[in-house]
């Protein structure tokens, strides 16, 4: 089993949809969670941070379950501008590199 | 401009040559990650530094490839004897040393054909 997966996309939804993506993971120890956006042919950006008690940015928020080992993203009213590949990012403890999901792609459509 | 940055943008190469890679890091962040990305995959971790010391490498560094920090600050990464596998999109990033701020900063990557 992979160490974080995420739901197959690509999702394709209208502009102003709500969107969720969520993300497993695997190692119960796992300290830090992360979303990062990438664009077509561009590095990996940080969208947001994943806290316990949840949090927002905007219209992007994102959500943790310790017990059941998944993290979410929702997007609300999507812009076109939303369009991008999104990655689920696990950190084990302070001295381990980030672990990516596969990414998530979504397509936000006129 | 004080983000990282990566050296070369492209590289073409023929199957069996060997290349070298640089990252240079944001000044004052003392980790330095190298991932691989291929097409429609999330970025595969191959190995990072704290400062100079190399603490992880992963099972996919196979004894072809090889990373240096010599003095904390930039890094190379060299593919020896390049094969057609090796084609990808290769990532440097780098990020304070904090457990609570794990932010990493991406360079714009370096994209190796293998041909």
């Known amino acids: 089993r992979k160490e974080v997966e995420q739901d197959p996309g690509p999702f394709n939804v209208p502009e102003g949809a709500t969107v969720a993506f969520n993300c497993t993971y695997s190692?119960?120890?796992?300290?830090?969670f992360f979303w990062y956006r990438q664009d077509c042919r561009k590095e990996p950006k940080l969208l947001m941070s994943?806290?316990?008690s949840g949090n927002e940015d905007g219209r992007f928020t994102a959500q943790l379950n310790r017990a059941s080992q998944y993290i979410s993203l929702l997007i609300r009213d999507s812009k076109l501008s939303d369009s991008a590949t999104y990655l689920c990012v696990v950190v084990r403890s302070g001295n381990t590199p980030l672990v990516f999901g596969k990414g998530t792609r979504l397509s936000v459509i006129a | 401009d004080t983000g990282v940055s990566q050296d070369p943008r492209h590289k073409i190469t023929k199957r069996g040559q060997n290349v070298t890679f640089r990252c240079d890091p944001i000044?004052?962040?003392?980790?330095l990650y190298w991932y691989r990305q291929t097409l429609g995959q999330g970025p595969e971790f191959l190995t990072y530094f704290q400062n100079e010391a190399q603490l992880e490498k992963s099972r996919l560094l196979s004894d072809r490839f090889s990373a240096e920090r010599p003095k904390g600050s930039f890094s190379t990464l060299e593919i020896q004897r390049t094969e057609q596998g090796d084609s990808a999109m290769y990532l440097c990033?780098?990020?304070?040393?904090?457990?609570?701020?794990?932010?990493?900063?991406f360079g714009q990557g370096t994209r190796l054909t293998v041909v």
């Open positions: 990033a780098s990020s304070l040393d904090q457990v609570s701020n794990t932010e990493a900063f």
């Open positions: 190692n119960s120890a796992s300290q830090s």
């Open positions: 994943v806290y316990s």
């Open positions: 000044s004052e962040h003392n980790r």
